[in-house]
């Protein structure tokens, strides 16, 4: 299983990402900025609720994959 930091802990991701998608995410987190992104840093721990929304859609033709803020910023991780 993998596992991605966020918010300086690992949490373990029950779908397998690409190295691709593992970059398009880290490129992703390290750029958002939000007034909850904001809040994560300041603090170092996760908002109560969590801030991501992972959705993982397993279809016939692959697995879509979105990320949601709750911003509502959203980065769409499905590989072509
Ligand atoms: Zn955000």
Redesign the pocket.
Known sequence: MEFLKVCNKYIPIPFQLDAEQIAIYKNWIRK?N?K??EKERETGKYLIGGRLLWEFRPTDVGCFIEIE???G?KLDLTSE
């Open positions: 958002h939000c909850y992104a803020c709750l911003c910023s």
